[in-house]
């Protein structure tokens, strides 16, 4: 297959007008920077928190509607051991959303904290929020890799372009207007963005529905005809494993930064609740079409296309099918169209990482631990390094021999098991500390790792019953992250309470009490001017 000339330009077009949207947004920061004197930081991470309700629904959408959203849900349909029924991700984006409007926009929003990392530090301490720091940017990190992942696969196969060109012009792309513009570039882009996927990804359904190769979904849901039925099934034993799934890629989003930092840059919290129940109503709808372009490659009897026989699934390319199936069922053209929707999805997902973890890094670590007396200028320049950083570290990982999937479920379980119940506990929980915090952290960390992870070849120590073998490595039905999730909630509180009872009694001595759990911070509100208003709360 000779390089695709007409695709390679219709990429670069559309990579030129996100770049000129980024640079004019960077531009328009500036601007309302000086207009408005206010400080670098708070505009470059939180847009000044003046992004507009519109605008905010526009980016709240865009980030979860990302490469590894689209080429995921795909896979996932078409995957004969899977199907349908595993494809949860637009609906877990939906639950995600409404509990997160319900519960965590207002409380966030109101102390107006600049990341979720906040009210552990002002609690917690600089200590401990450092330690916890690692969990949320190793999942940016993590979501990084997923998403540029889903865009160089897709491209190498229709383009015919070497996987590293299309994965670092896409990374330069993106971490070029994320440093020059902030949120600011972030929101902006995200709105010709998620306009892109919609039409691009609606244009392709016709031209997949009316390919010659390919029967009626209909016939196929339930019945054999290629493949496994493509609704899939749910057995006694994988019911768990469904529930644990959905739990993880629903509630589990609550603990990745991205989320709270489009409620925290909201205008007022009552704009930051409704962000999350537009997105809830808006997310899956962009979900339909790659359920429908996996169910329509199920469906295909892929001897009579171009792609020949055995069939992707036989030959390891299930991650790949969304690329195979617009490039052997849909004209050239229409598979170029494709590339633009996998494209804008990757580019409104990976700014939004890289910005989160630039925000932690910049806000919670070097601000508040490294550099105390840091200028508005250092900052400046410590936020666009912080975006160069992330962006070459996750770019990088792209290259491991892992598939889309794989890196986006270990960036969920680590937001799900590390820091749902860390959040839960420090907003939630007035007897929550340091100690319980550490405690519950390591333990969380230290299950999952024992319960082993068939994606990323992790042996599994503890075995829960009900699992089974493959490729040599037991497989848990057991719902092992929901187990290790609590098992980490639960430590927190237990140990959190039996520190401030050992120290309050005298059972250890005052010395040994390094988180101070006697006069210990709780995050209220917040003043006019930013600062923290800290509460001390006398223990029992």
């Not at 949207?21 to 207009?35: L, P």
């Not at 609906?91 to 959303?97: E, M, N």
């Not at 975006?387 to 990982?397: E, M, P, R, W, Y």
């Not at 969380?444 to 493959?470: D, N, Q, S, T």
Request: glycine content about 8%; proline content about 5%.
């Amino acid at each position: 297959m000779a390089l695709n000339v007409p695709g390679l330009i219709a990429t670069i077009v559309f990579y030129l007008l996100v770049l000129g949207i980024g640079i004019w947004a960077s531009i328009k920061s500036k601007r309302d920077e000086t207009q408005t004197q206010a400080a670098h930081a708070d505009m470059a991470l939180l847009g000044d928190r003046k992004i507009s309700l519109v605008v905010g629904i526009f980016t709240t959408t865009a980030t979860w509607v990302g490469g590894t959203f689209i080429i995921g849900t795909a896979e996932t349909v078409y995957d004969p051991k899977l199907g349908l029924i595993w494809a949860v991700m637009p609906v877990a984006a939906t639950v995600a959303f409404i509990v997160g409007g319900l519960f965590f926009a207002v409380p966030m929003r109101e102390r107006k904290f600049v990341t979720m990392m906040d009210p552990f530090q002002i609690k917690y301490g600089n200590k401990m929020s450092a330690l916890l720091s690692m969990a949320p940017l190793m999942s940016e990190i993590v979501w990084i890799t997923s998403t540029l992942i889903s865009l160089g696969v897709t491209m190498s196969v229709i383009l015919d372009l070497s996987y590293a060109i299309c994965i670092w012009i896409s990374a330069g792309v993106a971490i070029t207007y994320t440093l020059l513009g902030g949120l600011y570039s972030v929101a902006y882009t995200d709105i010709i963005q998620l306009v892109l996927i919609f039409i691009t990804s609606w244009l392709c359904i016709p031209f997949i529905f009316t390919n010659q190769s390919s029967v009626d979904i209909t016939t196929t849901s339930f019945n054999g005809t290629f493949q496994p039925p493509w609704v899939g099934s749910l057995t006694g034993t994988t019911a768990w494993r469904w529930l644990d799934t959905f739990l993880l890629l629903s509630i589990g989003d609550i603990g990745f930064q991205d989320f709270h930092q489009r409620t925290l840059s909201a205008s007022s919290s009552y704009t930051a609740k409704l962000r999350c129940y537009a997105a809830a109503f808006l997310i899956p709808t962009f979900g339909i079409p790659p359920v429908l372009i996996g169910a329509v490659a199920a469906s295909t009897d892929w001897n009579q296309t171009t792609y020949g026989l055995p069939p992707p699934h036989e030959r390891g390319q299930t991650g790949l099918i969304l690329p195979l199936a617009l490039q052997h069922l849909t004209p050239p053209f229409i598979s170029v169209v494709g590339i633009g929707a996998v494209a804008a999805a990757v580019m409104s997902s990976t700014d939004s990482a890289l910005l989160s973890a630039a925000s932690i890094f910049s806000s919670n670590i070097y601000r508040k631990i490294l550099r105390t007396k840091a200028s508005e200028n250092e900052m400046r320049w410590v936020i666009r390094a912080s975006v160069v950083l992330f962006g070459l570290a996750g770019t990088s990982l792209s290259f491991l021999h892992a598939g889309v999937m794989a890196f986006w479920i270990l960036g969920g379980e680590i937001a799900y098991i590390l820091m749902l119940p860390q959040l839960v506990a420090v907003l939630f929980f007035p007897v929550s500390n340091g100690y319980g915090s550490a405690a519950g952290f390591l333990l969380g960390m230290f299950l999952r790792l024992m319960c082993g992870e068939l994606l990323l070849g992790i042996p599994a120590v503890i075995m829960f019953p009900g699992g089974v073998m493959e490729d040599g490595l037991y497989v848990q039905n057991a719902p092992v992250n929901s187990i290790c999730m609590l098992s980490s909630f639960i430590c927190i509180l237990i140990v959190s309470a039996l520190m401030v009872a050992l120290f309050n009694r005298n059972l250890l001595p005052e010395k040994w009490d390094v988180f101070k759990v006697k006069t210990q911070k709780r995050p209220t509100q917040f003043q006019n001017d930013g600062t923290n208003e800290l509460m001390l709360e006398p223990k029992c």
